[in-house]
């Protein structure tokens, strides 16, 4: 079993900025992504941003439009790790912030992490 090591989150102040890192235990598949999931209180947990690694190298990122701008993802094919840049943050960003990845050629994750409160105060 593949497992999601996350570190940070925590409080922040509105428009300030927070990192937050995931590190697989193994490689999940010959060719993955990587991403995150938030879920606020009340709603669904939804997709934020995610990378994805072809065969040949190259790479490929998509974002949320709520976070477009403001939200970084970055990852480290050979180390299984992933980073989320968050800037100028909301108070409509706090949520559970969930790690995830899965095959690279399929749309599902397979793997989760446990989930980092992230809480952005006004």
């Known amino acids: 079993q593949v497992q999601l090591v996350e570190s940070g989150g925590g409080l922040v102040q509105a428009g300030g900025s927070l990192r937050v890192s995931c590190a697989a235990s193994a490689r999940p598949f010959s060719s993955y992504r990587m991403g995150w999931f938030r879920q606020a209180p009340g709603k669904e947990r939804e997709f934020v941003a995610g990378i994805r690694w072809s065969g040949t190298g190259s790479y490929y990122k998509d974002y949320a439009n709520s976070v477009k701008g403001r939200f970084t993802i970055s990852g480290d094919n050979g180390k299984n790790t992933v980073v989320l840049q968050m800037n100028r943050l909301k108070p409509e960003d706090t949520a559970v912030y969930y790690c995830?990845?899965?095959?690279?050629?399929?749309?599902?994750?397979?793997?989760w992490g446990q989930g980092t409160q992230v809480t952005v105060s006004s």
């Open positions: 995830a990845a899965g095959s690279a050629l399929s749309g599902s994750y397979n793997y």
